[in-house]
């Protein structure tokens, strides 16, 4: 029934650390648990960039502890949330800014990281982020306008690439000022052959 006062003491990479006191009913038998504060680093993920198709840069910065350097820091890489069979990719150790690109990677497809720091007391991680690879654009050839005449013209072109994807649509755009668009007069000519 008595009110006790506990505090605990660890050693940890030759360094000894106070918990905060925990005060708590004395009863036959106890479990106290006791907190403590390690000195661990500020990990943050940053915001992936130059994503193209098939790469993208991770970035990442750390703040440490002077007492307790990061030995290694990288990124846990997946193509999911849990980070379920993470790939770790390393990427040196210290503090500040760091970043990695990860490439190979599949065409507009999602993947999830977060950031890590390592410390002879333990692992830190960053917040987890996510980005989308780019679709690659399909390529296109113009051909030669033929047959020109006072109100029409003969034009088309050919795909070379589809970008991996199925066409939507394929055809000629035309305008009285330079470099037409689809906002301007177009065809949708056929998807199903390359040569329009």
Not at 39 to 58: E, G, H
Not at 81 to 87: F, S
């Amino acid at each position: 029934g008595d009110i006790m006062s506990y505090k605990g003491y660890a050693h940890l990479a030759g360094t000894e650390f106070e918990s905060a006191p925990v005060a708590q009913g004395q009863d036959s038998s106890e479990l106290i648990s006791l907190l403590f504060e390690l000195p661990l680093p500020t990990v943050t993920t940053r915001s992936a960039t130059n994503i193209s198709p098939t790469t993208a840069q991770l970035n990442g910065t750390i703040t440490a502890h002077p007492d307790y350097p990061v030995t290694e820091r990288g990124f846990l890489f997946a193509d999911n949330d849990q980070l379920t069979d993470a790939e770790n990719y390393s990427s040196g150790s210290g503090g500040g800014y760091f970043q990695y690109t990860a490439s190979n990677l599949q065409v507009a497809h999602r993947y999830y990281f977060r950031a890590y720091a390592l410390t002879a007391i333990g692992t830190t991680y960053g917040n987890l982020f996510f980005f989308d690879t780019q679709a690659e654009l399909p390529v296109v050839h113009t051909d030669s306008v033929t047959n020109v005449k006072a109100s029409q013209a003969t034009c088309g072109g050919v795909v070379t690439y589809n970008g991996g994807e199925p066409l939507i649509a394929q055809g000629v755009c035309w305008s009285t000022s330079p470099n037409p668009s689809v906002s301007d007069n177009h065809t949708n000519d056929s998807s199903n052959t390359e040569a329009f």
